[in-house]
């Protein structure tokens, strides 16, 4: 059974970090890539950044350039978002996904909420 279980998100002031965690399990890990998504209230999904299967290569949408940095651990498969220089506007529960082209099937975990306050 595929899973994707994200934690680490949390109330965090403007300006501040946080680290988010997103376990997999279920299916060969290392051989995906890798996305998070967001989701703010009242607003649709959104895509924040992705990393290929090996972490060699990753890209971010332009609100988080700079910013967010997109790594994993095929070794624990799990994958990390670390948010730095956070903005009240970047509150929103955060989603990791996978996406299994052959048996075009998405994956998505049940989210981790981040809140940042002014």
């Known amino acids: 059974q595929v899973q994707l279980v994200e934690s680490g998100g949390g109330l965090v002031q403007a300006g501040g970090s946080l680290r988010l965690s997103c376990v997999a399990s279920?299916?060969?890990?290392?051989?995906?890539?890798m996305d998070w998504f967001r989701q703010a209230p009242g607003k649709e999904r959104e895509f924040v950044a992705t990393?290929?299967?090996?972490?060699?290569?990753?890209n971010y949408a332009d609100f988080v350039k700079g910013r967010f940095t997109f790594s994993r651990d095929n070794a624990k498969n799990t994958g990390f978002l670390q948010m730095n220089t956070l903005k009240p506007e970047d509150t929103a529960v955060y989603y990791c996904?996978?996406?299994?082209?052959?048996?075009?099937?998405?994956?998505w975990g049940k989210g981790t909420l981040v809140t940042v306050s002014p």
């Open positions: 996904h996978v996406r299994d082209d052959r048996r075009a099937m998405d994956y």
């Open positions: 279920g299916f060969a890990f290392s051989f995906y890539n």
């Open positions: 990393i290929n299967w090996s972490g060699s290569s990753s």
